[in-house]
């Protein structure tokens, strides 16, 4: 069964590397942990708008320590252009809080998991399991160790070009014969 699903998950990775060979220079970063904030600040805003916003906040806020230095309302104001600023910080000052204490997994080396992320992997049978960490802990156990970084970004590439949160586009989805939610075989439109 594991065999299987690292079958089909490696043809999904395949396929969606061939759909979108720029996903993975979307987000600039220099380091995973910088890459977990940009994909944080990246939720319902476009990447070019993210990439604008770090290139000031990466300057100030050079290690996850320097999140937690501050009081949310500073960096609300340092994130407000990329919209939902007050639920991306708890997110980022929760994140780096996890980080600090070394209890967050994978940020030298582990798979970034966002809202695309975790829509994506319950849609392809990739994980059941709801929180962010238990979700990557799942993905760690079935990508290869090389698609790490790149497979966040295929994700939100595709769950933004096709794979919507609302109305999927299942009958223009590259990955529709290996994704056992696409509404071609069981008639029933994903939700979240
Ligand atoms: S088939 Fe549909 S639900 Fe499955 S990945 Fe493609 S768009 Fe998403």
């Not at 910080?89 to 209890?103: D, E, F, L, R, Y």
């Amino acid at each position: 069964m594991a065999i299987e699903l690292r079958q089909r998950l490696r043809k999904i990775i395949r396929l969606l590397k061939r759909a979108y060979p720029d996903a993975k220079c979307s987000l600039n970063h220099s380091n995973a942990f910088e890459l977990l904030i940009a994909t944080i600040l990246s939720a319902q805003c476009t990447d070019a708008r993210v990439n604008i916003v770090t290139q000031d906040l990466f300057r100030k806020y050079r290690k996850p320590e320097d999140y937690l230095k501050v009081s949310p309302k500073e960096l609300e104001r340092d994130i407000r252009t990329t919209g939902f600023f007050r639920n991306k910080t708890k997110s980022i000052q929760g994140t780096a809080a996890n980080v600090v204490m070394g209890n967050a997994f994978g940020i030298s080396s582990g798979v970034v998991v966002d809202t695309h992320v975790t829509r994506l992997s319950h849609r392809l049978g990739l994980s059941t399991q709801k929180t962010a960490e238990k979700i990557e802990q799942d993905l760690i156990a079935i990508i290869p160790k090389k698609d790490w970084v790149i497979f966040p970004h295929l994700m939100i590439a595709h769950g933004r070009a096709i794979c919507r949160a609302r109305n999927p586009l299942c009958a223009e989805c590259v990955v529709e014969k290996l994704c056992p939610s696409s509404y071609l075989k069981t008639g029933v439109m994903p939700g979240m």
